[in-house]
Each structure stands twice: as C-alpha cells, then as structure tokens.
C-alpha cells in the first residue's frame, strides 16, 4: 500500500508560481509512475502531467506544456509539479496518483490504470 500526500497548494495571484509536492513515506514509491490530474470547479478531472518511474520522461496536457514542470526527487520519495505564470483557469484541487511500473514504461497520462490516489490540495488563481 501507498498513500499519497499532496501539498503546496493555496491561494496565488495571476502570474505568480508556485510548486506542488506529492509525497511518499514508502521507498516503494520509487518503482511508481506519477500523474497530476486536477478538478476544476464543476468540470471533470482531467490531466495534467506525468512522469516514468526513471523520471526521465514526462508528458503533459496542453494545457500546461511551457508553464508547468514535473520532476521526481528519488532520495525523498517525492513528486514535484512547478506552475509559473498560472491563470484563473488553472483553478482546481490537484491530485496526484501513482502506480508500480516496469522501469522502461513510458509516462501515464490517463487516469484509469493509476492504483493510488491523493486527497487533493486546491490551488486558486485569483486578484
């Protein structure tokens, strides 16, 4: 078992960056591909990002290509996602998931095979 814990989230203004951490206690955490997804306000949880279990490969939505960055701290069992120059429209509570994987297994990018789960942290973009 995995339990995952997100944080870093809060209220940022347009522009602003700020970098949300999805934490592990488990080493085993270390085989695990991650995703962020996130849930904006009435709307469905979509994707985000996601990095391999190496992290030496990542992919993300739209989006976020050119703003956000994934990165996985091994040696802390922790998954970052850096947002810059954020908007309103990235609004939503973040979660982020992981599943065991082969070590040569590309990035996940969708929801479905992701084993665990965070509870979420809310990021709002507002003035």
């Known amino acids: 078992q995995v339990q995952l814990v997100e944080s870093g989230g809060g209220l940022v203004l347009p522009g602003a960056s700020l970098t949300l951490s999805c934490a592990s206690s488990?080493?085993?955490?270390?085989?695990?591909?991650v995703g962020w997804f996130r849930q904006p306000p009435r709307q469905e949880r979509e994707f985000v990002a996601a990095?391999?279990?190496?992290?030496?490969?990542?992919v993300y939505a739209d989006s976020a290509k050119g703003r956000f960055t994934i990165s996985r701290d091994k040696d802390k069992n922790t998954v970052f996602l850096k947002m810059e120059n954020v908007k309103p429209e990235d609004t939503a509570v973040y979660y982020c998931a992981s599943k065991r994987t082969i070590l040569t297994m590309p990035p996940i990018r969708e929801a479905r095979p992701y084993d665990y789960w965070g509870q979420g942290t809310q990021v709002t973009v507002s003035s």
């Open positions: 990095i391999s279990r190496s992290g030496g490969s990542a």
């Open positions: 488990r080493s085993l955490f270390r085989e695990h591909a």
